[in-house]
């Protein structure tokens, strides 16, 4: 089993920058795709930002082009994602999350893809 923990949220001024981390254990290697997505109040899930680990693909919502960065560290079993020149659109919960099955590197940034979800960490961006 693979178990994510997610670390980095807070409170930040519009212009701000926040870093989030996952913390991934178990069969990492068996995770072909680790994503971000968030969750505002009264709005659907999207997906953020994501990796494909195998190849260091990335891929971005187009909110996040240019502002977020997400990168992993294969020895740390970690995923981070640097969020710069926030927004107060961007308040949200942020999950990181894993996914075993081998489709989400076509769509990475699918939520159903997704399999293991950590426990979220909430962001708040003030104007």
């Known amino acids: 089993q693979v178990q994510l923990v997610e670390s980095g949220g807070g409170s930040v001024q519009a212009g701000g920058s926040l870093r989030l981390s996952c913390a991934a254990s178990g069969y990492t290697y068996l995770l072909p795709c680790m994503g971000w997505f968030r969750q505002a109040p009264g709005k659907e899930r999207e997906g953020v930002a994501a990796v494909y680990t195998g190849g260091g693909n990335t891929y971005y919502h187009d909110s996040a082009k240019g502002r977020f960065t997400i990168s992993q560290d294969n020895a740390k079993n970690t995923v981070s994602l640097q969020m710069n020149s926030l927004k107060p659109e961007d308040t949200a919960m942020y999950y990181c999350?894993?996914?075993?099955?081998?489709?989400?590197?076509?769509?990475?940034?699918?939520?159903?893809?997704?399999?293991?979800w950590g426990q979220g960490t909430q962001v708040t961006v003030s104007s």
């Open positions: 999350a894993a996914a075993s099955g081998g489709d989400c590197r076509f769509w990475p940034l699918i939520s159903d893809l997704y399999n293991t």
